[in-house]
């Protein structure tokens, strides 16, 4: 049921908000740390764990230049009247 569950929202994953990937990452480690599961359950949440934490990145990456570009155009009008 496992590997049928990470097999489904495997394509969907890049749709999810952070919040939702990072619970739902959250719960692929404490399965895997729980034990008991299987050889290809366990290689089935490893993946999808893979892919969670992929799209975990990306919404960090984003929310990281969305920073930097609002730091930058914060600073941009200070550094060109010191300029001038």
Do not use: F, H, I
């Not at 952070?18 to 490893?46: I, K, M």
């Amino acid at each position: 049921m496992a590997d049928e569950d990470a097999k489904t929202t495997a394509g969907t994953s890049a749709e999810l908000g952070y919040e939702e990937a990072r619970d739902a990452l959250l719960d692929v480690v404490r399965r895997l740390e729980a034990g008991g599961t299987g050889l290809e359950e366990s290689l089935a949440l490893w993946e999808r764990g893979e892919e969670l934490a992929k799209v975990c990145q990306r919404w960090l990456d984003g929310a990281r230049a969305r920073l930097d570009a609002a730091l930058a155009a914060e600073e941009a009008p200070a550094g060109a009247a010191e300029g001038e």
